[in-house]
C-alpha cells in the first residue's frame, strides 16, 4: 500500500498478510495436481491440507469438516440452493444468502431486525411460529454472525439453542466479516454449517470455505469431479488454499490486537461526532465487531462522500462494496427500517490488521473538512 493512501476498507477485502504471500509463493513452485499419486502430487496434496488444519484451527473443528470453496458466495450458496422446503433468512444478510434463497422458490420467511440493527431472537421464535402456521416444515434457517456494514453481532447461538427445541432445523451462518476479528468456536455458535472467505481476513480472493458439522452433508453445488471428498468438484486452488491456511493462523493470533482496533474504532467514532455533531453512528447500540463502524452524516450522499474521501487519499466505501454501483440505499440499513436520508449518507469504515494511529488521524483530518463544509453549506442553505 503506498503511505500517502489510507486503506479503511477491510470489510470489502483486507490487505493480503505477509504470512499468506510468503506461503502462496511456495506454492506457486508445486507443479501436481493434489488428486495425482506420485511424489509432484502428494506434495500438492500436502499444501492443501495443512491449510486445511489451520482453517480448521481458526474454528476449534476437525480438518474433515472444512470443504475449500471460491469464496463465501459459493459457499453461502452452496447451503442455500441445497434443496429446502423452506428458508427463514434475516433480511440482513448478504446478496450471495438472499438471492439463493428467493431463488429456490421455496416458502422464505424475512426476519425483521430492530433499529440497532440486531436481529433479535423473539423475532426468530415468531419467524418459527409463522412457518408452523403455513404448515411449512421449516428446513433451514440462515443467520449471519456478524453484518458486513454495520458490524452488528447478530444472536446465533441463541438461534442455535431456538432450532435445536424445533427439532429438524438446520442453521446457516455467514461467519465472513466475524471470523479472525471475534473468536469463533464452531460447536460454541452451535450452528450445522458455515461460511468463510479468505479475503477478508487477509487471505486472498476467490477462495472461502464451507464448513459442516460432523457427520451433515448437504448436496454439492458444484459436481463432476470427486475433489473434497465428493463435497465440491474441481481442482482445488492450491496456491489461494495455502495463502488462505497462512492467513488463518495469523489472523488467530492477531485477535489479540484486535482491543487496539477496538480502541482506534472508538477514538475514530468520538472525534467523528465531536467534528460533525449531526452525525451518528448506526448499530453503536447493539453488540459489534470492534473494526467497523457505519457513519452517517445527514444531507450528504454517502457516493459524495467515498468520492471525496477518494479524492483526500483514503479508501472507504458507501454501503457494501459488493453493490455498490448501484445507486441507491444499502439493502441493510433499509431492513434496519432507517430513514431514507439517513441510510442513503451512511459510509462504512472498517478497520484491520494495518490500520494505524496515523490512519485514523488522516480519516478524521479528511472527516473535518469534508463535514466541515457539509456544516456550513447546511447554515447557508
Ligand atoms: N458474506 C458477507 C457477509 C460478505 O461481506 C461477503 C463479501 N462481500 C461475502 C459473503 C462474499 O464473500 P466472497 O467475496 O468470498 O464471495
Not at 83 to 94: Q, T
Not at 101 to 116: F, L, M, Q
Not at 265 to 278: Q, V, Y
Not at 360 to 376: E, P, R
Request: overall charge negative.
Amino acid at each position: 500500500m503506498s503511505s500517502t493512501r489510507t486503506y479503511l476498507d477491510h470489510n470489502a477485502t483486507a490487505p493480503l498478510r505477509p504470512e499468506a504471500r510468503a506461503a502462496m509463493l511456495d506454492a506457486l513452485d508445486a507443479v501436481g495436481n493434489p488428486s495425482s499419486v506420485h511424489a509432484e502430487g502428494r506434495k500438492a496434496r500436502a499444501i492443501v491440507e495443512e491449510a486445511r488444519e489451520r482453517v480448521a484451527d481458526l474454528l476449534g473443528v476437525a480438518p474433515s469438516q472444512v470443504v475449500f470453496t471460491s469464496g463465501a458466495t459459493e459457499a453461502n450458496c452452496s447451503v442455500l440452493r441445497a434443496g429446502w422446503g423452506s428458508i427463514l433468512v434475516s433480511g440482513i444478510e448478504h446478496e450471495s444468502v438472499l438471492a439463493p434463497a428467493r431463488a429456490n422458490g421455496c416458502d422464505v420467511i424475512e426476519i425483521a431486525t430492530d433499529a440497532s440493527g440486531a436481529v433479535r431472537v423473539d423475532a426468530i421464535a415468531a419467524a418459527l411460529e409463522k412457518a408452523s402456521a403455513r404448515n411449512s416444515e421449516p428446513a433451514l434457517l440462515a443467520l449471519q454472525v456478524a453484518n458486513n456494514e454495520t458490524g452488528v453481532v447478530q444472536p446465533v447461538a441463541a438461534a442455535a439453542a431456538l432450532a435445536r427445541e424445533w427439532g429438524d432445523l438446520v442453521l446457516h451462518t455467514d461467519a465472513v466479516q466475524a471470523a479472525g476479528r471475534i473468536p469463533l468456536m464452531f460447536d460454541e455458535l452451535g450452528v450445522d454449517t458455515l461460511s468463510l472467505s479468505a479475503h477478508k481476513l487477509g487471505g486472498p480472493k476467490g477462495v472461502g470455505a464451507l464448513v459442516l458439522k460432523d457427520g451433515l452433508d448437504i448436496a454439492p453445488l458444484v459436481i463432476g469431479g470427486g475433489q473434497e471428498r465428493r463435497r465440491r468438484a474441481g481442482t482445488e486452488n492450491v496456491i489461494g488454499i495455502a495463502g488462505f491456511g497462512a492467513a488463518a493462523s495469523a489472523a488467530k493470533q492477531d485477535l489479540a490486537d484486535m482491543s487496539r482496533i477496538a480502541e482506534l474504532r472508538g477514538r475514530l467514532e468520538r472525534e467523528a461526532l465531536e467534528l460533525a455533531p449531526g452525525a451518528r453512528v448506526i448499530g453503536a447500540d447493539a453488540p459489534r465487531l470492534p473494526n467497523t463502524t457505519c457513519l452517517a452524516l445527514p444531507g450528504m450522499a454517502a457516493e459524495t462522500l467515498v468520492i471525496r474521501f477518494d479524492l483526500a487519499g483514503i479508501a472507504i466505501s458507501a454501503g457494501a462494496a459488493c453493490s455498490s454501483g448501484k445507486v441507491g440505499a444499502s439493502t441493510v440499513l433499509a431492513a434496519m427500517g432507517l430513514p431514507d436520508e439517513l441510510a442513503r449518507s451512511a459510509i462504512r469504515v472498517s478497520l484491520g490488521w494495518t490500520t494505524t494511529e496515523q490512519d485514523i488521524a488522516a480519516f478524521l483530518a479528511a472527516w473535518s473538512a469534508i463535514a466541515g463544509s457539509q456544516q456550513q453549506h447546511r447554515a447557508v442553505a
